[in-house]
């Protein structure tokens, strides 16, 4: 499958292929962490989350990994498909004394799945 | 069970005016959160509301502003509009206030506004 070391901004795929979308966090306070898929016209979607006392969190087709250590997050997407075509944002909470508890949100990447 | 409803979706207004944005959260969130969308700068945290106080606040100046009436509905405001306020305005809503929602925010589908 397709993977990025680094977040760029666009990722094409195959269908059927795995998909990896990077993101690297700012915060090393941060302990709540959340990806969203945003369709065209659409606002954001949850789905997947994962708290830093966990590395890795499993849901349907998809897995999401935490290294704290180096503030780096992925999603891994099993067997894409084109309606997994969007743009996939990362998003931290601070943790509850840290100043702000909005959602900080990464750079988008931008998926496409061809057939 | 009706989603975050922003209205309204398309909005046109020319520099200088205001403009009022009106979310419904889903029902019995009491948590509104408001987000500006733009290409170049992604998502950037507007202001929560929680219980009709303005619990927490982004960078964005002034001009900016928002409220949340009883039933949990939120309004935000720009006024003397700039070119720069072009943007894809979200709505999000949780039950509680953000640190107790496991599953983050609902999100609306935006209302795009366009300055000329």
């Known amino acids: 499958g397709e993977s990025v070391g680094l977040h760029l901004p666009t990722l094409s795929v195959q269908e059927g292929d795995n998909s990896i979308i990077n993101c690297a966090y700012s915060n090393s306070a941060s302990d709540y962490f959340i990806w969203y898929k945003q369709e065209s016209g659409k606002g954001p979607q949850f789905i997947i989350d994962?708290?830093?006392?966990?590395d890795k969190r499993q849901g349907q087709r998809v897995t999401v990994l935490l290294n704290k250590t180096v503030k780096h997050l992925s999603l891994q997407i099993a067997a894409t498909q084109p309606g997994d075509s969007a743009v996939y944002f990362c998003?931290?909470?601070?943790?509850?004394?840290?100043?702000?508890?909005?959602?900080?949100f990464g750079k988008g990447t931008t998926l496409s799945v061809s057939s | 069970k009706a989603g975050v409803t922003q209205t309204p979706r398309y909005l046109i207004k020319t520099r200088g005016q205001q403009v009022t944005l009106s979310c419904s959260p889903i029902s019995g969130h009491r948590s509104v959160s408001w987000y500006q969308q733009t290409p170049g700068q992604g998502l950037q945290f507007l202001f929560e509301y929680f219980s009709e106080t303005q619990r927490n606040k982004g960078n964005f100046p002034g001009r900016f502003s928002g409220r949340q009436f009883s039933n949990s509905r939120s309004e935000m405001n720009v006024s003397t509009l700039e070119l720069g306020d072009s943007a894809l305005y979200l709505c999000?809503?949780?039950?509680?206030?953000?640190?107790?929602?496991?599953?983050?925010?609902?999100f609306g589908s935006g209302t795009r506004l366009t300055v000329v």
């Open positions: 998003a931290e909470y601070p943790r509850k004394d840290q100043a702000g508890t909005a959602l900080i």
């Open positions: 994962i708290r830093s006392n966990m």
């Open positions: 999000a809503s949780s039950l509680t206030a953000l640190r107790a929602a496991n599953y983050g925010y609902t």
